[in-house]
């Protein structure tokens, strides 16, 4: 069992920046791809970025890549989501999640066994 707490939301202007972060509770941290996703209102759950276990590379979304970064620290069970040059079109609730599976798939929701309970983020113009 692994519970996940975010935190790290909260109001910025466009062009801004946030850092999202992720703990993870458990000893068995590095065995878990992390990944994030975010659901707008009215939009379905939408994959953001995934980290492999070691942290060696990361997949992301075409909308943020180039703008958002995520690492992690497996002494520290947590990740992060470092978001840039936000725009409002990135405004959601943003959920951490925690796959048991390799990284060979990690942008649907069904590939995750454990959420956060997501954190806002909200981007003004």
């Known amino acids: 069992q692994v519970q996940l707490v975010e935190s790290g939301g909260g109001l910025v202007q466009a062009g801004g920046s946030l850092r999202l972060s992720c703990a993870a509770s458990?000893?068995?941290?590095?065995?878990?791809?992390m990944g994030w996703f975010r659901q707008a209102p009215g939009k379905d759950r939408e994959f953001v970025a995934a980290?492999?276990?070691?942290?060696?590379?990361?997949f992301y979304a075409d909308s943020v890549k180039g703008r958002f970064t995520l690492s992690r620290d497996n002494a520290k069970n947590t990740v992060y989501l470092q978001m840039n040059s936000l725009k409002p079109e990135d405004t959601a609730v943003y959920y951490c999640?925690?796959?048991?599976?390799?990284?060979?798939?990690?942008?649907?929701?069904?590939?995750?066994?454990?959420w956060g309970q997501g954190t806002q983020v909200t981007v003004s113009s």
């Open positions: 458990g000893r068995t941290f590095s065995s878990y791809v």
């Open positions: 980290i492999a276990k070691s942290g060696s590379f990361a």
């Open positions: 999640a925690a796959r048991g599976g390799g990284i060979s798939s990690f942008d649907e929701h069904d590939d995750y066994d454990y």
